[in-house]
């Protein structure tokens, strides 16, 4: 019956992936088969860490990721988890040999968010690596398939779409890191004298990211390419969106690219992936 567990537990990272990111989902389900399962499960172990720091306010979050990751390292000892997101997890990390460093990594990235709530330039880069180029590596080892020449040099454009996402995602959740969280992630910025020339710094870094980014994109496997490009697409066009908002909005709402703008994206990435125009 252990095959039945294993499906139902990878299917459960499906779901968790599907309700919390349209704009993932979407980039996942049109990955060659054989890489979405494992993509999905790292999806729903990251997603699960950052939900413990994000959202669970009215319980003991220090102690709840405590045990989230003495189970995450019991999971990859033993090679089983009642928990049916660890047991993914670990099953992806032993197939594609990620790398133990990577997951310490991402999870002192997440501790870092129960006793930091502004950031220098050298605890923003340790954020950042932790908590987004971490994650891309993970990806990238699944994509590679053990190739590790292919893996190295993909490494830092890997690291640098992590990077972009991450900061997107902080431009985007300006508002609601510091009003719900206290948190401020940009170095030097103070949330209540947000000015234009903080934001253009802000979005020159993330295009410089995303630009070192494409040029791994266009070099990965046929099979996950659309899937990584229609994300990469789906931020370049939300950070456009913010590009065009003023600081005072930015800060103010949360900016979104519409559902039926994601699925123009997808076409419009299919027939250039058809095309060979990437």
Same mark, same amino acid.
């Given at each position: 019956?252990?095959?039945?567990?294993?499906?139902?537990?990878?299917?459960?990272?499906?779901?968790?992936?599907?309700?919390?990111?349209?704009?993932?989902?979407?980039?996942? *389900?049109?990955?060659?088969?054989? /890489?979405?399962?494992?993509?999905?499960?790292?999806?729903?172990?990251?997603?699960?860490?950052?939900?413990?720091?994000?959202?669970?306010? !009215?319980?003991?979050? #220090?102690?709840?990721?405590? *045990?989230?990751?003495?189970?995450?390292?019991?999971?990859?000892?033993?090679?089983?988890?009642?928990?049916?997101?660890?047991?993914?997890?670990?099953?992806?990390?032993?197939?594609? !040999?990620?790398?133990?460093?990577?997951?310490?990594?991402?999870?002192?990235?997440?501790?870092?968010?129960?006793?930091?709530?502004?950031?220098?330039?050298?605890?923003?880069?340790? /954020?950042?690596?932790?908590?987004?180029?971490?994650?891309? =590596?993970?990806?990238?080892?699944?994509?590679?398939?053990?190739? %590790?020449?292919?893996?190295? *040099?993909?490494?830092?454009?890997?690291?640098?779409?992590?990077?972009?996402?991450?900061?997107?995602?902080?431009?985007?959740?300006?508002?609601?890191?510091?009003?719900?969280?206290?948190?401020?992630?940009?170095?030097?910025?103070?949330?209540?004298?947000?000015?234009?020339?903080?934001?253009? %710094?802000?979005? #020159?870094?993330?295009?410089?990211?995303?630009?070192?980014?494409?040029?791994?994109?266009? %070099? =990965?496997?046929?099979? @996950?390419?659309?899937? @990584?490009?229609?994300?990469?697409?789906? /931020?370049?066009? =939300?950070? %456009?969106?913010?590009?065009?908002?003023? #600081?005072?909005?930015?800060? #103010?709402?949360?900016?979104? @690219?519409? !559902?039926?703008?994601?699925?123009?994206?997808?076409?419009?990435?299919?027939?250039?992936?058809? =095309? !060979?125009?990437?």
């Amino acid at each position: 019956m252990i095959p039945l567990y294993d499906k139902t537990c990878l299917e459960c990272s499906c779901l968790i992936t599907r309700r919390y990111s349209t704009s993932f989902s979407l980039g996942i *389900r049109v990955f060659a088969k054989k /890489y979405r399962a494992p993509i999905y499960a790292i999806y729903g172990f990251v997603r699960f860490a950052d939900e413990i720091v994000d959202t669970f306010h !009215n319980y003991p979050k #220090a102690e709840l990721l405590q *045990r989230f990751r003495e189970d995450t390292y019991k999971a990859l000892e033993e090679g089983i988890s009642l928990n049916p997101v660890l047991h993914a997890f670990q099953q992806t990390v032993h197939r594609y !040999n990620i790398e133990r460093e990577l997951i310490d990594a991402f999870l002192h990235s997440m501790e870092m968010d129960l006793h930091y709530h502004t950031y220098g330039d050298h605890l923003y880069k340790e /954020y950042i690596y932790g908590s987004a180029e971490v994650v891309g =590596l993970m990806c990238l080892r699944v994509f590679c398939e053990g190739d %590790q020449e292919t893996y190295e *040099r993909l490494k830092a454009p890997a690291r640098s779409l992590g990077a972009a996402f991450q900061k997107v995602n902080f431009l985007r959740d300006m508002g609601s890191d510091y009003q719900e969280r206290g948190r401020v992630y940009f170095p030097g910025v103070d949330f209540t004298q947000f000015t234009e020339s903080d934001k253009r %710094q802000i979005e #020159a870094d993330i295009k410089k990211d995303f630009d070192d980014a494409y040029q791994g994109i266009v %070099q =990965l496997p046929e099979g @996950v390419r659309l899937g @990584v490009y229609l994300a990469y697409r789906y /931020y370049t066009k =939300l950070l %456009q969106k913010i590009k065009r908002a003023p #600081a005072q909005t930015v800060t #103010a709402e949360r900016i979104r @690219v519409p !559902n039926s703008r994601k699925i123009a994206l997808l076409l419009g990435s299919a027939l250039k992936h058809q =095309l !060979n125009l990437l």
